[in-house]
């Protein structure tokens, strides 16, 4: 029989095994009634844990872990996309004239943080194909620890459109507050955070800088290690989507 997720919540079936104490909504209730971490929805499907778990281990192939990662990209990318407003079209069917409903407003932006997000792009983009594409890279630098930007393309009217903004792991949150501040400075107002793994540090970094700015994550993990990897994590993202080292 299929459970509502509150129900899975409450049952202590420990979804992907990590924070236990975080309550499991679906996207709406949890913007709209708060969670036990406000501004975070977990996104509990069972084809998106099933998936991430494949993920996680060790043994998966790079072109497995690429195949999973497309697959689950398009389940995160339609509970993300949950509440786009619509409105309604006069269209004509082969039979007669009808109201029918469509996405309303500009067209929705994927900003991709290089060079993992690059992975959550493809399934997406599938998924919402009119969508258009930002990429921001920034890198960290070693001494100041300080997030440097290298490379910023987005497209125009920032300002009018949802920017959903995608990386794999929300690990210290650098580099997110850094790409999210430089779509801020263009213009953006309306975005949206997705990731598959977070840690309770990127979080609690990410909501002081970005309080207006919602996560969406498959996992909140346990911690960082001391290395500031996820854990446990499932890696380096970008090695395992791009067979590097
Ligand atoms: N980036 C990764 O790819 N993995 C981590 O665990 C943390 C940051």
Do not use: W
Request: hydrophobic share 40%; glycine share 6%; charged share 25%.
């Amino acid at each position: 029989m299929l459970r509502p997720v509150e129900d899975v919540a409450k049952s202590g079936i420990a979804l992907a095994g990590i924070q236990e104490n975080v309550k499991i909504e679906t996207p709406q209730k949890t913007r709209k009634e708060g969670s036990t971490m406000d501004g975070v929805t977990v996104i509990a499907h069972p084809l998106v844990q099933h998936k991430l778990t494949i993920m996680r281990r060790k043994e998966t192939s790079t072109s497995s872990f690429r195949r999973l990662l497309r697959e689950i990209s398009t389940l995160l990318c339609y509970e993300v996309t949950r509440d786009l407003e619509l409105t309604m079209e006069t269209i004509e069917t082969p039979l007669t004239e009808m109201q029918s409903p469509i996405l309303e407003g500009k067209k929705l932006v994927f900003a991709s943080i290089l060079r993992a997000g690059n992975g959550l792009l493809e399934g997406m983009l599938e998924l919402v194909p009119a969508a258009r594409v930002a990429h921001v890279g920034v890198y960290r630098d070693h001494e100041t620890l300080q997030a440097v930007e290298y490379y910023f393309k987005a497209p125009d009217a920032l300002s009018e459109r949802l920017i959903i903004v995608v990386d794999p792991m929300l690990a210290t949150g650098n580099s997110s507050i850094a790409a999210i501040e430089k779509l801020k400075e263009r213009g953006a107002k309306n975005i949206r955070f997705l990731c598959l793994l977070a840690a309770p540090e990127g979080i609690k970094n990410f909501h002081a800088a970005h309080p207006d700015v919602p996560i969406f994550t498959a996992s909140i993990d346990s911690h960082l290690n001391e290395k500031g990897y996820i854990m446990p994590g499932l890696g380096d993202a970008g090695d395992r989507m791009y067979g590097t080292k």
